[in-house]
């Protein structure tokens, strides 16, 4: 159980996907450049490829972790999380994705 003072520490925003393309070298990675409100563009890495065409992804609107710290991968850098549900039975793994009327960087609480 957490608290509510640890929930507010995640920021959470809606993220638009702006490229996508599978990590050659990978079995999982789908490399991501997202636009989450801000300057510049997030590059995301998420163990996807398995379930989705990456090329299909592009323009969608999804569920980022905005404040995870970046973490340092062999193909690169990933600056956030894209939120998804994974099935217990393996039935595959569904990208958290948000209405028309919402836009990137809009906070999510």
Sequence with gaps: MINIEDLMKVK???ATIVSAEPVEDSKKLIKFEVD???EKYRTVFAGIKQYYD???LIGKKVVM???LEP???SFGT?????LAAA????????LLTADEGAK???KIS
Excluded: K, T, W, Y
Excluded at 78 to 82: H, I, K
Excluded at 87 to 94: A, Q
């Design 87 to 94: 099935s217990p039975s393996d039935e595959g793994v569904f």
């Design 104 to 106: 990137a960087g809009m």
């Design 78 to 82: 990933s600056e956030g999380m894209l």
């Design 36 to 38: 989450a409100g801000e």
């Design 12 to 14: 959470l925003v809606i």
């Design 71 to 73: 973490r340092e991968m």
């Design 54 to 56: 990456a090329s299909l």
């Design 65 to 67: 972790v905005a404040n």
